[in-house]
């Protein structure tokens, strides 16, 4: 069983913000897969889930609703429950160091300031779980400001091409769910 955690901010004041593009991420692979069940809020793990199969491999979708500074707690919880493994954990988040319509796989990498990253990396104990890492950079370089950039919603521009990183991001799982990580990583982090 495979956990895909969606980062993000609930509440509808963050929908279509560049920080809840792991959110947006994982929305669309559970809407592209027939089997998946509808969200559902699980209080006690602090987060949404809904459960499916990708090639016959028992998948849980989970978006925490802590906001980003927290998903730690709702990550623990969630693996704690479903006792999974470690290895099995993996997490979609944006990533202001990536140029906007970038993707990066990685394991056992620091947060690099992403605070809803470190908060995992915190209550975990480990780095050593899989990041779908998407790039939000705009093409003028990292923002002074990136707290206030993270909030804000993608231009009319950059939902273009968001679109088409969410598109290669669902491929990118599917494709691991078949291969190892390595064949992934070669075939995505180009």
């Known amino acids: 069983m495979i956990l895909v955690i969606g980062l993000g901010n609930p509440g509808g004041k963050y929908k279509n913000t560049r920080h809840n593009v792991g959110f947006i ?26 459960k499916g199969k990708i090639d016959n491999k028992e998948i849980i979708l989970a978006k925490p609703q802590t906001f980003m500074n927290f998903s730690g707690k709702a990550v623990k919880k969630l693996i704690f429950n479903f006792q999974f493994s470690i290895f099995n954990l993996w997490v979609v988040h944006d990533d202001i160091d990536l140029p906007l319509g970038k993707i990066r796989i990685a394991i056992g990498r620091g947060g690099a300031g992403h605070k809803g990253v470190e908060s995992i990396i915190k209550e975990l104990g480990t780095k050593n779980f899989i990041r779908f ?17 993270v909030l804000q919603k993608f231009t009319k521009e950059e939902e273009e091409t968001i679109k088409e990183v969410i598109k290669k991001t669902i491929k990118a799982i599917e494709f691991f769910l078949k291969h190892n990580l390595e064949k992934t990583m070669s075939k995505y982090n180009i």
């Open 25 to 50: 991420t994982i929305d669309n692979l559970q809407l592209t897969i027939d089997n998946f069940t509808n969200w559902k809020k699980e209080k006690r793990l602090l987060a949404e889930i809904s």
């Open 133 to 149: 890492r998407i790039g939000i950079q705009p093409k003028t370089g990292k923002p002074k400001n990136v707290e206030r950039f």
